[in-house]
């Protein structure tokens, strides 16, 4: 396929130069305790340097016609020989850029530009009374998401600050920030803190910005006054492109071939960081793509979860068993595909094993295990990006049958009953949309359906 853009490349492009100047400013003053310079919380001012110091071109890979190649003919020729890629050397035949960030901070910048998009976005979360709500998922420090935007992608000399530190300054800041972890409603004491900081936050006469791993985790009275929230991109194959130009190309292009060798973004979503920093390690983009087409791959060959491996789930493991018969029966041709039980909703408690019960199933099955959630649909962007990206899961799932598709939380549908008018129009749309996907399922036989949710009572009645 031809490979294009997408619509966050510029913002990335910015950012990717403000990320790196945050590592050139602090060269000699490195600290070894895991922190990154642009965790910082205080930045001295700019400092000047050469050119030379820094990459000209960033990410010109996301150019619409890459330029030449910087080194001679027969330079390139040999390059090509040795499975390298001409485009990444630049004129000094370096092939890895003057200064060096982190592959997971460079992951984690693409995929905040990715959920942010453009530079417009970006505007419109500092204008004045402005409530922007980033749910980040899990395995991110909910801190390092303003750090990171107010390092590279905020205005530079914005001042951000926290809601429970904010004091009576001479100047309102420019943003205010409101962190709520996943286990403020667990303690009362946590839960009077995120109300508090909600509160002071919105009281503030400035931007507010929200930053929570799970927007249930926000007191229910201000959950359903806060718009819906933008969820934080996860690894797509944009995204490994972006992260494979800033990290393995002197010049920020690489072949746009690597696209089309990469894993596909379902497969992507669930790499490990330290997964996608071993690929990483590869010589060359071409390798690198390689490296990540084998490591979503190699989980596979090994013993997979089965039911046989978990125990105490109760009714709900008796119902998971009776579906994996009856999906073994079927792929057997002992019985119709009418005649089984075709789909299933696990509820309860965050942390009890929903998602857990439903992978040992597929393992028991011997099916392909399909993975997907609104969450991760959303993450792709506007509703269009969405609906696109939910259809493909359920493609893949039939393409795959026998197979279990599972679709976690899906609470986070909403319900077209909920009174709460903000976003009717976009809540009805993905309900309508989901609903006619779940219809098409039906039709494919040897695809069961597996949903989770903590909250029951939250789904669409239909």
Known sequence: MTYTKPDWAPLAATALIRLRDEYLRYTDDLRFDGSRPWQRRERPGRTERKMSDRNSGPLDWLAASPTATQIPLHDQLEVLDAGGDPLAFDSDERSRPAVHVPANDLAFLFRLCATLRTPDRVAAIMKANAVTVIETGEDVDLSDVHLMLAATILPEDAQVVQALKLGDPKRAPDLCVIEIGPDDRKKVRSTQEATEALIRGLEAPCPVLTVTEDRA??????????????????????????????????TGKIDPRVFDALPIDVELARLSDASLMLALRA???????????????????????????????????????????????WSAGDVAWHDVQRSVLFYGPPGTGKSHLATAMAGSAGATLVRGSFAEWQAKGHLGDMLRAMRESFAEAAAAAPAILVIDEIDAVGDRGDPERHNTNYRTQVINAFLLALDGLAENEGVMLV???NYLDRIDAA
């Open 451 to 453: 949903c989770t949710t």
């Open 283 to 329: 010589d060359t983009p071409k390798a690198i793509a390689a490296r990540l087409a084998d490591l979503v791959v190699t989980p596979a060959t090994h013993h997979p979860l089965s039911l046989d491996d978990i125990e105490g789930y109760g009714d709900a493991e008796a119902i998971a068993r009776r579906m994996v018969s009856d999906l073994q029966a």
């Open 217 to 250: 985790a926000i007191p229910d009275d201000i959950r359903c006054a806060l718009p819906e929230p933008l969820r934080l991109a996860s690894l797509s194959r944009d995204v490994v492109m972006a992260i494979i130009a800033a990290h393995g190309s002197a």
